[in-house]
């Protein structure tokens, strides 16, 4: 079956501008989830949707945000860019979610560089 | 929020010698992930890890949980280059931190 695929996989902005992140998860996955991997900090948990309903979030400031569609596609968004978001944008999704022994299953990533 | 330490950060080893890195947490883990992340790729759960004591094998991985499950290692028999990547280890409590990550062991394998 077709894995998590998460579009763009690259992408360039600017200081300010905003950007939104797509993820497909696995047929039948309700759970999706982000993260941020930069080489300073690691990987890092943004949030968690679990049919439409936000039900995790990470420490990361207000601009960063997102949505669960009753596909269980998700968006996530981030406005007012700033240099330090260039990170690679991981999104995972899961059948139960992020609970002790659910195997979760990540896309490739959308790499975004701010300039 | 559990801080998961992992050791060494970076490691480079010849092709054929053993190798163990380790996963180290302040608290006791509900369960512990490891994953293996290849350039331009997303993690990939290489064993979940749940009961103290626990040792898992996975060919020429073995994986082991401690038995106060505060502490993990990852042991690599004759390393191959196919082994090289970030070797992650990951805890869900469930709760509201979601899922949280060691920052990682880069370890290359040169043939």
């Known amino acids: 079956k077709a894995g998590v695929t998460q579009t763009p996989r690259y992408l360039i902005k600017t200081r300010g501008q905003q950007v939104t992140l797509s993820c497909s998860p696995i047929s039948g996955h309700r759970s999706v989830s982000w993260y941020q991997q930069t080489p300073g900090q690691g990987l890092q948990f943004l949030f968690e949707?679990?049919?439409?309903?936000?039900?995790n979030k990470g420490n990361f400031p207000g601009r960063f945000s997102g949505r669960q569609f009753s596909n269980s596609r998700s968006e996530m968004n981030v406005s007012t860019l700033e240099l330090g978001d260039s990170a690679l944008y991981l999104c995972a999704s899961s059948l139960g979610g992020l609970l002790a022994g659910n195997t979760i299953y990540f896309g490739e990533g959308s790499w975004l560089t701010v300039v | 929020t559990q801080l998961l330490e992992q050791s060494p950060q970076f490691l480079s080893i010849q092709e054929g010698e053993n190798l163990t890195v380790y996963c180290n947490s302040s608290?006791?883990?509900?369960?512990l992930q490891w994953y293996r992340q290849e350039p331009g790729e997303g993690p990939v759960l290489l064993v979940t890890v749940v009961t103290g004591g626990e040792v898992k094998k996975l060919k020429r991985l073995t994986f082991q949980f401690g038995d106060a499950r505060k502490d993990s290692s990852l042991h690599i028999t004759a390393a191959q280059p196919g082994d090289t990547g970030l070797y992650l280890c990951a805890e869900s409590g469930g709760g509201a931190d979601g899922l949280t990550f060691g920052k990682g062991t880069h370890l290359i394998i040169q043939p």
């Open positions: 949707y679990f049919s439409e309903t936000q039900r």
């Open positions: 608290s006791v883990f509900s369960s």
